[in-house]
């Protein structure tokens, strides 16, 4: 249990970091703790999360998140080129507004984690904002450990398996999404979900 709070927190740092950027640059990447041959039983997880019945083929993001939207997808929703990064949890991936780089997402499978969802499930005391929702049917939660949505950043985590989810994280200061971050995350999720469906 304990080293699943470190990683949700860790996480969540991945939002609460973003608060003083305005540059439209991630800040440095969040500190993962990951322990070897962690399973459920070694984690201590609940399984508290909602199951996912439909469980996604997630190999392409796995290696490179910036897989997680297809071009058609970007473009849809008026987004640039992803770059690639990596962080101590494995593959991440930075997306601009096409038309204003100080709007900013950023897609992390969280790698670290092994129970998916559960794991943030877990943890959600330890965090300003939580609420469950769902994305294209699939269960997600709004959540960070603390509440920056109204200076446009906003935390979605989206259970693509039972062993992974997917850390969407807005971080918008300009234009709508500055003041209502989270239908953007949502947005993104549901345009991820097609793109790994299409697979």
């Given amino acids: 249990m304990r080293r699943s709070l470190v990683l949700l927190l860790a996480a969540g740092a991945l939002v609460a970091g973003c608060s003083g950027t305005k540059n439209g640059t991630a800040s440095s990447e969040p500190s993962y703790t990951t322990g070897a041959g962690a399973s459920s039983e070694s984690s201590?997880?609940?399984?508290?999360?909602?199951?996912?019945?439909?469980?996604?083929?997630?190999?392409?993001?796995e290696s490179d998140a910036c897989a997680a939207l297809s071009a058609a997808k970007r473009t849809e929703l008026g987004l640039g080129e992803g770059e690639r990064r990596t962080t101590s949890a494995g593959p991440g991936c930075s997306i601009?507004?096409?038309?204003?780089?100080?709007?900013?997402?950023?897609?992390?499978?969280?790698?670290?984690?092994?129970?998916?969802?559960?794991?943030?499930y877990d943890t959600k005391a330890n965090?300003?904002?939580?609420?469950?929702?769902?994305?294209?049917?699939?269960?997600?939660?709004?959540?960070a450990s603390?509440?920056?949505?109204?200076?446009?950043?906003?935390?979605?985590f989206v259970g693509v398996t039972d062993q992974l989810s997917?850390?969407?994280?807005v971080q918008y200061d300009n234009g709508p999404g500055a003041s209502d971050p989270c239908p953007v995350a949502l947005k993104v999720g549901e345009a991820m979900i097609e793109t790994l469906k299409e697979g």
Avoid: M, W
């Fill in 166 to 169: 997917v850390n969407i994280l």
């Fill in 127 to 143: 965090n300003e904002y939580f609420e469950p929702t769902e994305v294209a049917g699939y269960p997600a939660v709004y959540a």
């Fill in 44 to 61: 201590g997880s609940s399984g508290s999360a909602p199951k996912v019945s439909n469980p996604l083929k997630t190999s392409s993001i």
């Fill in 146 to 156: 603390l509440d920056h949505r109204k200076n446009g950043k906003c935390g979605l």
């Fill in 96 to 120: 601009f507004a096409a038309d204003d780089k100080l709007n900013q997402i950023e897609i992390s499978p969280v790698l670290a984690n092994k129970n998916g969802l559960s794991d943030v």
